[in-house]
C-alpha cells in the first residue's frame, strides 16, 4: 500500500480525519491544525464532549459531577476543526471512513488523505466508557445506574488488581469506609499473583498498596483468579481454589482493557494478540503509510496519557513527512520510563519515578496525593483534554 504522491497532494487541500474525541485524538487535532493552518482535519466522535476518563471511576463512585469530568467538544477543539458527532462508524479503510452521522441520521463518506485513529480503550464495569453515551444527559444516566447498583450491594467482587483495579478498589474503600467497617459491605479483591500489581513494580511499591487497601477492610485474596458464572449471575468462582463465593451482587472484571477499534474493510490492519493495532516507530500502521494510530488503540509500550506529548511530536513530524513525501524527514516514537502514580481514593497514593544512576525510586506518598489522588487531575481538565 502507498500513499498518493506529493504531486497528486499538491493540488488540493490535505484532508486527514482523526478517529476519536478523547485525550491523544482533541490533542492531535489541535496541534497539527496549529502546525498546519491549510490542512482540512476532521475530527470524528461518537459522543459531543470529551471526557477524563482518568476520574471516571471517581465519577461513578459518587465522588465527582459530570461537569467535573468532561468540557464540550467545541470548547476543547479549535474552531478550524470539523467535529463530527456519529452515531457509528460503519467502516474505515485508507481513503475514507462511512459514518451514520448523529446529526442528519444518514450515511455519510469522509474522505481522507491521512487518517488517525485515536479510539482509545473499553476499560470495564462500572467505567465502560464506550457505554457513557453521546450527551452528558446519556451519561448521567449510565452513571447514576452504576452508583446506585454500587450503594445497594452488599458483596462485591474485583477481578484483577492492576491499576484500573486497585484505583476502583481504593475509590470504594474511601466511600465506604464505614459500611466496609461494619461488615454491612464487603468487598473481594482477587489477583493473581502473589501482590497486587506484577514484577515489573518495585516491592515496596506492591506492599504499601497491599496495606493501604487492607486498612480500607478490603478482603484481599491472592494466587487466584475469579470467574463469572455465567449460568448464575450471583456466583463467582475462584479457580485456583475452586472455592464458590455466593450472594455475589456486583462482579467487576478489572483484567485489562480491550481495544476500542471501529469496524473496517481493510484486510491487511496488522492487530496485536489482543487486538491492538500495530504500529512503527513512527506511529504508521504497517502495511497502510497513511494510517497512524496513537494512545491506547496502538500496541506501543508507553502509551498511556503521560506519554501523550511525545506521541503528539512524533505524529506532527511524521504527518507532514508523509505530505511532503519526505522520507528521511521521520522521526522514531520511543517511550523511556517515566514517573508513575496510583491514587488509592483521594487521600491515598503510592508511585515510583526512574532517577539517573541510582534507578527506580518510591517516591513519596504525599506527592502522589498531591498531584494525582486528591484531584485526578480535574484541575487540569482543559489541557488533560486536549486543549492548547
Ligand atoms: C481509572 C483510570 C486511571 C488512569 N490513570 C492514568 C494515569 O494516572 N496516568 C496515565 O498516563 N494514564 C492513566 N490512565 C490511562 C489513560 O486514561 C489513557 O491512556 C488515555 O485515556 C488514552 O487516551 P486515548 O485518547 O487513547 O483514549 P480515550 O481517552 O479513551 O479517548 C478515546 C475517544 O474515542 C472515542 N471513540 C471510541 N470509539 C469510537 C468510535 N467507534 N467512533 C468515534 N469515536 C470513538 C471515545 O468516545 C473517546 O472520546 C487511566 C485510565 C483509567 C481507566
Known amino acids: 500500500m502507498t500513499a498518493p504522491s506529493s504531486s497528486t497532494w499538491s493540488t488540493q487541500k490535505i484532508k486527514i480525519t482523526i478517529i476519536g474525541g478523547g485525550i491523544f485524538g482533541n490533542s492531535a487535532a489541535n496541534n497539527l491544525i496549529k502546525a498546519h493552518p491549510s490542512y482540512e482535519i476532521t475530527l470524528i466522535s461518537n459522543r459531543d464532549y470529551a471526557l477524563n476518563v482518568m476520574a471516571s471511576h471517581r465519577l461513578v463512585v459518587d465522588g465527582f459531577n459530570s461537569k467535573q469530568v468532561t468540557r464540550p467538544l467545541s470548547s476543547i477543539i479549535n474552531n478550524k476543526v470539523k467535529i463530527v458527532v456519529v452515531q457509528d462508524i460503519t467502516n474505515f479503510d485508507d481513503k475514507s471512513t462511512d459514518i451514520i452521522s448523529m446529526a442528519s441520521n444518514q450515511q455519510i463518506n469522509i474522505p481522507h488523505d491521512i487518517l488517525i485513529l485515536a479510539t482509545g480503550s473499553i476499560w470495564t464495569n462500572p467505567i465502560l466508557t464506550n457505554e457513557f453515551g453521546a450527551n452528558l444527559g446519556q451519561m448521567d444516566q449510565y452513571v447514576n445506574e452504576q452508583m446506585e447498583q454500587l450503594k445497594t450491594a452488599k458483596k462485591v467482587v474485583i477481578a484483577?488488581?492492576?491499576?484500573?483495579?486497585?484505583e476502583l478498589a481504593g475509590e470504594l474503600g474511601h466511600k465506604f469506609k464505614k459500611e466496609l467497617g461494619t461488615g454491612q459491605k464487603k468487598i473481594i479483591c482477587v489477583h493473581p499473583s502473589d501482590s497486587v500489581l506484577d514484577e515489573n513494580y518495585k516491592h515496596s511499591i506492591r506492599s504499601s498498596i497491599k496495606d493501604y487497601l487492607s486498612e480500607m477492610n478490603l478482603t484481599l485474596m491472592?494466587?487466584?483468579?475469579?470467574?463469572?458464572?455465567?449460568s448464575d449471575p450471583n456466583t463467582v468462582i475462584l479457580r485456583s481454589s475452586n472455592t464458590v463465593i455466593e450472594d455475589v451482587d456486583v462482579f467487576y472484571n478489572c483484567t485489562g482493557p480491550k481495544p476500542n477499534l471501529p469496524p473496517t474493510t481493510l484486510q491487511e490492519l496488522d492487530l496485536s494478540n489482543r487486538g491492538f493495532v500495530k504500529v512503527k516507530k513512527t506511529l504508521q500502521t504497517l502495511n497502510y503509510p497513511n494510517i497512524f494510530a496513537i494512545g491506547d488503540i496502538n500496541n506501543v509500550p508507553g502509551k498511556n496519557m503521560n506519554y501523550r506529548e511525545e506521541h503528539i511530536q512524533v505524529l506532527k513530524q511524521n504527518v507532514h513527512a508523509v505530505v511532503t513525501s519526505n522520507k528521511s524527514g521521520f522521526k522514531d516514537y520511543e517511550a523511556k520510563e517515566k514517573a508513575l502514580g496510583i491514587s488509592i481514593g483521594p487521600k491515598a497514593g503510592v508511585g515510583q519515578a526512574p532517577?539517573?544512576?541510582?534507578?527506580t525510586i518510591k517516591v513519596p506518598d504525599m506527592l502522589v496525593v498531591m498531584y494525582k489522588s486528591k484531584t485526578l487531575y480535574t484541575d487540569k481538565l482543559n489541557s488533560i483534554l486536549g486543549k492548547i
Open 160 to 166: 484483577g488488581l492492576g491499576f484500573v483495579g486497585i
Open 222 to 230: 491472592f494466587h487466584d483468579v475469579a470467574l463469572f458464572d455465567e
Open 355 to 359: 532517577v539517573p544512576v541510582v534507578g
